[in-house]
């Protein structure tokens, strides 16, 4: 409810939604709550196709956990007894290489492959 209430007061920005990452303890083992970026989780062991309900296929993602402990991140909060609030977008390309693509020729290269000019 706290964030519902920081959110009439304080709008968040068109296209950016929090993602909230809560610990599994008891409110007060709790230590606090920080407002962090994403960090890097990894499943590193299994990956496994499932049927859905309805028929289709969807992938299960499970195995073991690799995490990339760096302060400020969502990882590094909740595995250290915080609340973690990220605000994100869905914005995630790499303008740097983008332009770096491009100005290697990169659309050139892959239409001729493709294209067979």
Known sequence: M???EWTKKT?????????????NLDP????GVLVTKKGIRRYVDKISKVKTPFGGEAYWIGGSIEDFMSE???VWAVANDYVSITPVHMEMTSF?????CRE????????????KN
């Open 72 to 74: 400020g991140t969502d």
């Open 11 to 23: 709008p968040v920005p068109d296209g950016v939604f929090y993602n909230v990452n809560i610990p």
């Open 28 to 31: 007060s083992e709790i230590k």
């Open 104 to 115: 290697a020729g990169m659309e050139s290269f892959i239409e001729k492959a493709i294209l």
């Open 2 to 4: 706290a964030l519902l």
């Open 96 to 100: 740097i290489t983008q332009r770096e």
